[in-house]
């Protein structure tokens, strides 16, 4: 037979992992304590958890998508401003925020620092091993360089990456964008973690 | 902010008096709805991270009580802001009501 705790522990795997790791504890406590009143877990509460973890991982799913768009859009506008240019190589352009990565809501200056931070430091060492394991992560071609980076008022950064070809450049700033918004989790993580030590 | 929903509004009363962990604002969500308002844990979850998210309550502090983490929950000044505006408009609902409810000769 199952203890309180193993039952709780075990629904709080249907949580993404980054929410398990931010909450899970403190929820599990709620729940154990509200166990000393009744040891069973009621349907009630499984499905107040379940609509609840239901929405974060939609969240997170919506974060993708948005991030998805933008990188489509952004190449195909590269590519079709590269070619209206002349261009020998093409040019895709992506814009990535906080809020895509779901961390404000409101434009925030100091977030879309941090991510500016991020960013180049991305471009300017991606020889580090951070910025390796990611790029082996993503099959990033190493043909292709990030020509510029830049804030975006207080709204975002601005990726821009040229290649000799479209399909090249479309896939580094897909990559690109995935990768920055990695670390860009793992950044904002750390520092929350660091918070709370 | 434009509307507090009940769960919502009763767990800011909890928290305006004394900050709270989970276990404590289901607690006293229990005695303020005298016992018609069981908070589920995922509903106090998800309405406590889009409190925070809109800067309505921040984490006081934490405790380590029986190797379990307690977090413990207050009211931001915006919070207290929003809860007041939100207590008063309710107030004078319910003054309005009773007042028809009188003119209508119901006993109360």
Known sequence: ?197 | VTELREPTYLAMVALAGEPLHGYGIIKEVQRLSRGRSDLKAGTLYALLDRLETDGLVQVDREEVVDGRLRRYYELTKEGTAVLADESLQRSATSREALRRLRIAGAAL
């Open chain 1, 1 to 197: 037979m199952k203890t309180p705790e193993q039952r709780a522990r075990r629904w709080l795997w249907i949580y993404p992992q980054a929410y398990r790791e931010r909450r899970g504890e403190e929820l599990l406590a709620t729940l154990l304590d509200k166990a000393r009143d009744d040891p069973r877990l009621p349907v009630r509460e499984i499905r107040a958890l379940m609509v609840h973890a239901g929405s974060m991982r939609v969240r997170q799913l919506r974060i993708v998508t948005i991030v998805l768009c933008v990188a489509v859009l952004g190449a195909g506008l590269g590519a079709a401003v590269g070619s209206l240019n002349g261009s020998t190589g093409y040019l895709s352009t992506t814009t990535v925020s906080p809020a895509q990565l779901g961390y404000a809501r409101t434009p925030s200056p100091f977030l879309t620092e941090e991510l500016r931070i991020q960013s180049t430091r991305f471009a300017a060492f991606r020889r580090t091993p951070q910025a390796q394991a990611l790029l082996v992560h993503f099959a990033t071609p190493s043909s292709c360089s990030v020509s510029v980076i830049d804030t975006v008022g207080s709204r975002g950064v601005q990726l821009q990456c040229s290649s000799p070809n479209a399909q090249t450049a479309h896939t580094v700033n897909w990559d690109l964008t995935q990768a920055i918004g990695l670390m860009f989790e793992d950044e904002q993580r750390a520092t929350f973690a660091h918070g709370e030590a």
